[in-house]
Each structure stands twice: as structure tokens, then as C-alpha cells.
């Protein structure tokens, strides 16, 4: 995976609070020991503050953050992309004719993150990527992809550089739509539409 940016301002305090907890936990700590009367040995140090903070720090990026409780206390608005996404494209290379089934794969923490884009000739990996927050009509996910044709792809198709927007309707999290833009050398550009896919297999389609 690799790091994304954002437009939250949840990474400058969120540190903060998590070294002060380190430094309350080392101290809570060091008071037990010294209450139970155990005397650990010399090349054994009791939890430090340093050690702390970067437990907590992993157990926030991997887990915490996307926990409920975390967003109601307004710790973390980086809305949780991860998981299977199931739809179509519409592409200015057939003239917007025909609906072609793409499959969407991201995996994200709290600092990073990775896009796959398969589609039955092709598959795109993220680069780079800003998720914003602050958008009063949703969250909204920019990324650069590199995208490599697969054998059955036309010749004429070759590895390329692109853009996609995707924008997340607020109050919807199962719904993904957006436009792509690949680079000068396809030159295309269309519009995308994804559905959050369950664990067991089901495609969260909104009701109308």
C-alpha cells in the first residue's frame, strides 16, 4: 500500500492524543509494578512511553480508526473505502455505447491505502491518492493509476497513466460514482458507478 493524503484535520491532533495516552499508560504502569513489589531485571525496561505510543499508533492506523465509537467522539471523518466494489463504465472509446463490468478492490488504513480497477482486459493500480472530507455533498476519492493490459486486451491498448474521481453521495456509503480520465497516450475518458459488495457476495444496490 501507499500513503494518501487528506483534507481531515484528524492527523495533527489524533498523534497528540495518542503520545499523551502513552505517557498516562508508561506512568499507570510504573506505579503497578512498584504497588505488586516487582523489581523487573536490568535488561528488562517497563513499558515505555516511546514503546507505547507506537503500539497505540499501529492499533489506531490498523483498526481503531474506523471503529464507530472513535467517530462518534469526531477522532476520525476518513470514511472507510475498504472492501469489494461492483460495477460499470461508460468510456468516450466506444462513444458511451455499452456498459462494461468493472470490479473495484481497495485496501485502507488510516495513513494508506491501495486501488485495484479490474476490468476483463485490463487491471489499474493506484499511485497516489487524496481522500476529501470536508465536501458538504460527500466524500470524494482522487487517484493516479497505472493500468496494464491483460492478454485477451486489444492490441492497440498499452500500459498507460490515468486519473479517477470518485465521490461518495453523503449519507450513502454503499454508492460510488464518478469519471476517469486516461492519460495522452489512450486519451479517453467516462464515467464510473460502483456498489459496495458484501462478505457474503451480495452487490448493496440502493433502494430507488
Avoid at 486486451?153 to 500500459?159: C, E, F, Q, T
Wanted: charged residues 15%.
Amino acid at each position: 500500500m501507499h500513503s494518501y493524503t487528506t483534507d481531515s484535520d484528524e492527523r495533527r491532533f489524533v498523534p497528540l492524543l495518542l503520545a499523551a495516552l502513552a505517557i498516562v499508560l508508561a506512568w499507570c504502569s510504573s506505579k503497578f509494578l512498584v504497588a505488586i513489589h516487582v523489581s523487573l531485571p536490568w535488561w528488562m525496561d517497563a513499558p515505555s512511553s516511546l514503546g507505547l505510543y507506537g503500539a497505540l499508533y499501529t492499533l489506531f492506523d490498523k483498526y481503531l480508526w474506523r471503529s464507530r465509537w472513535i467517530r462518534r467522539l469526531g477522532l476520525s471523518k476518513i470514511p472507510n473505502l475498504a472492501g469489494r466494489w461492483s460495477g460499470f463504465l461508460v468510456t468516450s472509446f466506444d462513444h458511451f455505447e455499452k456498459q462494461h463490468d468493472v470490479m473495484l478492490q481497495i485496501f485502507q488504513s488510516w495513513t494508506q491505502i491501495s486501488i485495484y480497477l479490474t476490468t476483463p482486459s485490463s487491471i489499474s493500480k493506484s499511485c497516489v491518492a487524496v481522500i476529501q472530507v470536508s465536501d458538504l455533498n460527500g466524500a470524494g476519492l482522487v487517484y493516479q493509476y497505472q493500468c496494464q493490459p491483460l492478454a485477451n486486451a486489444r492490441k492497440s491498448m498499452h500500459m498507460h497513466f490515468g486519473t479517477g474521481m470518485l465521490r461518495m453521495c453523503k449519507g450513502d456509503s454503499r454508492h460510488l460514482t464518478g469519471e476517469y480520465y486516461a492519460g495522452r497516450d489512450r486519451g479517453t475518458y467516462g464515467q464510473i458507478c460502483f456498489w459496495k459488495v458484501t462478505p457474503t457476495g451480495r452487490v448493496e444496490v440502493p433502494d430507488d
